[in-house]
Antibody, heavy 121, light 107 residues
Framework: EVQLLESGGGLVQPGGSLRLSCAASGFTFSDFAMSWVRQAPGKGLEWISGITGSGVNTYLTDSVKGRFTISRDNSKNTLFLLMNSLRAEDTAVYYC??????????????WGQGTLVAVSS | DIQMTQSPSSLSASVGDRVTITCRASQSIKSYLNWHQQKPGKAPKLLISAASSLQSGVPSRFSGSGSGTDFSLTISSLQPEDFATYYCQQSYSTPVTFGQGTKLEIK
C-alpha cells in the first residue's frame, strides 16, 4: 500500500524557515517523481514544486522560487521541502504527492495527508 | 501557465441525482486532464486520469470525458459519500495547474 506521511509543519514567524519531510513507503521511492502541493485555508490546490526520481531535475513555481528548495534522499525514502523567508501568504496545508513515473511529476496519483504551515507573528 | 476554469463553483444536489461538472482549459491540453476528489479535512484522491480513465477502486458511477479544452466529470447517481469538492488538474505542461474546485453539497 502506498503511504506518504508529511511532517515538519508548525507555526513560524514571517521571515522564518521550516523544513518539511515526506516519508514514503509501499513503493520503490526512487522510481517515482514527487511533488509538493499546497492549499491555503478555505482555498483551492496550488502545485508548487516537482522533482524527478533521481533528484537531478527540479521545478519551483514563481511564487516560491528563490525561497523554497525541493530535494529527496532516496536512501531514506524521504522527500523534503526547505522553506525560507516565509510570508503570511505561505500559510497552507502542504501535501506531498507521487508522480506517475520517475520523470513525470505532472500526473499525481497518490497524496499524503498534509502538514499545516502557519506563518504569523 | 495554463488556466483551468471549473463550473459551477458549487452545486446542490440530492442522493440519486445525475450531476455534471465541467472544466475548461485556456489552451488545448489534449487528454492530459485528471480529476481529484477532496472531502473536508482530508487529502485529495485521484478519481480519473487522462480525461476518462477511472482509477482502480473508484465506483463506476463516476465517468470523465472530453479532450482539447473542454472536459466533464459526471456522477450518474449521487451517493451520500460523493458529497465533496472536485478539482480538475491539467498535466499537459509544467507548472501543473488546478481548477478552482466545485463543491458538491447535499440539497
Amino acid at each position: 500500500e502506498v503511504q506518504l506521511l508529511e511532517s515538519g509543519g508548525g507555526l513560524v514567524q514571517p521571515g522564518g524557515s521550516l523544513r518539511l519531510s515526506c516519508a514514503a513507503s509501499g513503493f520503490t521511492f526512487s522510481d517515482f517523481a514527487m511533488s509538493w502541493v499546497r492549499q491555503a485555508p478555505g482555498k483551492g490546490l496550488e502545485w508548487i514544486s516537482g522533482i524527478t526520481g533521481s533528484g537531478v531535475n527540479t521545478y519551483l513555481t514563481d511564487s516560491v522560487k528563490g525561497r523554497f528548495t525541493i530535494s529527496r534522499d532516496n536512501s531514506k525514502n524521504t522527500l523534503f521541502l526547505l522553506m525560507n523567508s516565509l510570508r503570511a501568504e505561505d500559510t497552507a496545508v502542504y501535501y506531498c504527492a507521487r508522480g506517475e513515473n520517475a520523470y513525470n511529476w505532472n500526473d499525481v496519483d497518490y497524496w499524503g495527508q498534509g502538514t499545516l504551515v502557519a506563518v504569523s507573528s | 501557465d495554463i488556466q483551468m476554469t471549473q463550473s459551477p463553483s458549487s452545486l446542490s444536489a440530492s442522493v440519486g441525482d445525475r450531476v455534471t461538472i465541467t472544466c475548461r482549459a485556456s489552451q488545448s491540453i489534449k487528454s492530459y486532464l485528471n480529476w481529484h476528489q477532496q472531502k473536508p479535512g482530508k487529502a485529495p484522491k485521484l478519481l480519473i486520469s487522462a480525461a476518462s480513465s477511472l482509477q482502480s477502486g473508484v465506483p463506476s458511477r463516476f465517468s470523465g470525458s472530453g479532450s482539447g479544452t473542454d472536459f466533464s466529470l459526471t456522477i450518474s447517481s449521487l451517493q451520500p459519500e460523493d458529497f465533496a469538492t472536485y478539482y480538475c488538474q491539467q498535466s499537459y505542461s509544467t507548472p501543473v495547474t488546478f481548477g478552482q474546485g466545485t463543491k458538491l453539497e447535499i440539497k
